[in-house]
């Protein structure tokens, strides 16, 4: 297979996305399980993230806002990715 470089260089890109069609070799990369595995590490660290801000004098409340809101969508994509195995 002949694989092609990236358009541009000077922006990173997640390894998890790649210009490659899906049944290739790189599919089987990450895993269903491995990535609820990391959205739960990433949700996980998001709420300590919140239970530290809130803990602090002069908690930011804007700043808490937006960990709350990408916990929440952290957790969306959990869910409708545990949804999408159970069809399957």
């Known amino acids: ?3 092609r470089p990236p358009e541009r260089l000077d922006k990173a890109s997640p390894s998890c996305h790649t210009w490659l069609p899906f049944n290739t070799e790189t599919e089987g990369n990450m895993t269903l ?3 609820l595995a990391e959205l739960s590490e990433k949700h996980r660290i998001l709420e300590a993230r919140i ?3 809130m803990a602090r004098p002069g908690a930011d409340d ?3 806002s937006r960990l709350k809101k990408e916990k929440l969508k952290i957790k969306d994509e959990m869910i409708k990715l ?3 195995s ?3």
Do not use: K, S, T, Y
Request: charged content about 30%; proline content about 0%; cysteine-free.
């Open 1 to 3: 297979m002949v694989r």
């Open 33 to 35: 399980a491995g990535h």
């Open 51 to 53: 239970q530290e801000e």
């Open 62 to 64: 804007l700043q808490i």
């Open 82 to 84: 545990q949804g999408d």
């Open 86 to 88: 159970r069809q399957h």
